[in-house]
Nanobody, 123 residues
Framework: EVQLVESGGGLVQAGGSLRLSCAASGFTFDDYAIGWFRQAPGKEREGVSCISSSDGSTYYADSVKGRFTISSDNAKNTVYLQMNSLKPEDTAVYYC????????????????WGQGTQVTVSS
């Protein structure tokens, strides 16, 4: 059974930092790109970042480039999202997911995801 379990969300002031973790199980970690999408109330789902577990290539949405960093620990089957310089517009539920990407590594769909973790950034 595929499982993706997120942790690390919370409430932080604008300009602060959070690190999200995603523990994956039930599939061969190296075979997938894994990352994060987010959804805020009344807004469409937004792909935030993905990382290829096989070659480490990464994707970032323009809205988070330079502020967020994705990484993976293949020995622990865990993906991390370090979020710095957080803004109120980053407030959303963040979901860890297996990314389906284009040839250029841009995610366009997700086939498995976790239950999500709330990130709230106060102004």
């Amino acid at each position: 059974e595929v499982q993706l379990v997120e942790s690390g969300g919370g409430l932080v002031q604008a300009g602060g930092s959070l690190r999200l973790s995603c523990a994956a199980s039930g599939f061969t970690f190296d075979d997938y790109a894994i990352g994060w999408f987010r959804q805020a109330p009344g807004k469409e789902r937004e792909g935030v970042s993905c990382i290829s577990s096989s070659d480490g290539s990464t994707y970032y949405a323009d809205s988070v480039k330079g502020r967020f960093t994705i990484s993976s620990d293949n020995a622990k089957n865990t993906v991390y999202l370090q979020m710095n310089s957080l803004k109120p517009e980053d407030t959303a539920v963040y979901y860890c997911a297996t990314c389906i990407t284009t040839a250029l590594g841009v995610p366009y769909e997700y086939d498995y995801w976790g239950q999500g973790t709330q990130v709230t950034v106060s102004s």
